[in-house]
């Protein structure tokens, strides 16, 4: 009997998503709206991350609920986004009441895309809105929509030898537990088939054909003492979010989302680099009663095959 069953990741009570983008452009938005109650925690673990509200995931700050993720491209200028995704949920009266206003809680990480596309056009606040608007119909997709729409992989040597990457999603459920992971791959390193360990996307090979190894080439400039050409090492981000209906803390929910990061591990190499940003986000959206250890092993299972369909629909 199967005891891990694959489901669409809207079968989650409570969550809507919903991308924009500029496909000319090559950016775009996705977010996660929460219908009700939402519990998070987060884990940075690359060195350059793009981030608006985070701190209001950390177990040190009030224990106040989210209304809504921001995935996105434009690197920091893409967090106007959220402007628009404020304006969207004030507009519905949705936010934290303070007795004067009611302020929606909105945390967003951005990928750097400015090298994909043109660098002048970045998501705003109308991009934002739109993609609240989107997910209404709660109908997500993968690949090169939403903020995944200029994700790359392999850029070791910069854009000329890197790969598309885009948006994954992929959700499951064991018994009343359910788990759902969204991400955009826009990794330094490449990413590999954690069940064959193939290098599926990354650096392309000098003469096109094929892969290098992002790890080998960085051990070779290292014994060489070749410089790089910094720009081309700033450029990277692999942002993400877990979704489940268990129903845990603050503090269990960073717990949550640290454990997801194996996810990014056993995918991606080299990772967390300080030439990435990488950022999980964790939301608990439900009651359902389950173990922390079982709920965060699987979070990693959930996060490792929706960075492989980041890949197979880019």
Not at 162 to 179: C, F, R, W, Y
Not at 223 to 231: H, M, N, V
Not at 253 to 266: D, E, F, L, P, V
């Amino acid at each position: 009997m199967e005891i891990m069953k694959e489901i669409p990741i809207t079968e989650i009570e409570g969550l809507r998503i919903g991308n924009a983008q500029n496909e000319e452009a090559r950016t775009g938005v996705t977010v996660l709206l929460f219908d009700r109650w939402a519990c998070a925690g987060v884990d940075i673990s690359g060195g350059g991350p793009a981030s608006r509200e985070t701190p209001l995931a950390s177990p040190l700050t009030a224990d106040n609920p989210l209304n809504a993720i921001v995935l996105s491209g434009g690197s920091a200028f893409g967090l106007a986004a959220s402007e628009g995704v404020m304006r969207y949920l004030e507009e519905r009266g949705i936010g934290f009441d303070t007795g004067f206003a009611k302020v929606p809680l909105v945390c967003q990480s951005c990928i750097y895309d400015l090298g994909c596309g043109s660098s002048k056009v970045r998501p705003d606040a109308a991009m934002g809105y739109a993609a609240c608007a989107d997910a209404e119909k709660n109908a997500p997709s993968c690949g090169s929509v939403g903020g995944g729409t200029g994700a790359t992989v392999g850029k070791l040597y910069g854009m000329e030898r890197s790969m598309k990457a885009g948006l994954g999603i992929h959700a499951v459920a064991v018994g009343h537990l359910k788990m759902g992971a969204v991400v955009i791959v826009n990794a330094l390193g490449d990413v590999f088939d954690p069940q064959t360990g193939k290098q599926v996307a990354g650096l392309r090979a000098r003469d096109g054909q094929g892969f290098s190894n992002t790890c080998q080439e960085m051990y070779r400039i290292g014994e060489q003492r070749e410089q790089l050409d910094p720009k081309l090492t700033k450029t990277n981000t692999t942002i993400g979010a877990i979704v489940t209906n268990a129903r845990f803390s603050k503090a269990e929910m960073n717990k949550i989302a640290s454990m997801a990061r194996a996810g990014y591990a056993r995918c991606i190499n080299p990772v967390g680099t300080l030439a990435d940003g990488d950022t999980i986000y964790a939301v608990s959206l439900g009651t359902v009663s389950a173990n922390i250890n079982i709920a965060g092993t699987l979070a990693a299972e959930v996060m490792a095959a929706a960075i492989q369909k980041a890949i197979q629909f880019a």
